[in-house]
Nanobody
């Protein structure tokens, strides 16, 4: 049974940092591209970042580039999203997602391409 569980969300002030974690099980994490998406109130879910199986390829949305960093630890089946210089517009539910295992260095940014999803963690940034 595939499970993705996000943690690390919370309420912070503008300019603060947060580190999200996503623990994975039930599939071969080490050969799977992992993505981060977010959904703000009243908006559609959008791509934030993605990392290939070994971290060799990473992609960020323009809105988070330079402030967010994604990384992974395949020994721990965990992917991370370090979020710095947070802004009120970063307020959203953040989801981690797993692409189809085996695509290796393929990085996809479309929600429909990802097979498995966590339940999300709330990040709220106050001004």
């Amino acid at each position: 049974q595939v499970q993705l569980e996000e943690s690390g969300g919370g309420l912070v002030q503008a300019g603060d940092s947060l580190r999200l974690s996503c623990s994975a099980s039930g599939f071969t994490f080490s050969i799977t591209t992992m993505g981060w998406f977010r959904q703000a109130p009243g908006k559609e879910r959008e791509f934030a970042a993605a990392i290939s199986w070994n971290g060799g390829r990473i992609n960020y949305a323009d809105s988070v580039k330079g402030r967010f960093t994604t990384s992974r630890d395949n020994a721990k089946n965990t992917v991370y999203l370090q979020m710095n210089s947070l802004k009120p517009e970063d307020t959203a539910v953040y989801y981690c997602a797993a692409d189809r295992p085996g695509l290796l260095s393929v990085i996809r940014t479309t929600e429909a391409d990802y097979d498995y999803w966590g339940k999300g963690t709330q990040v709220t940034v106050s001004s």
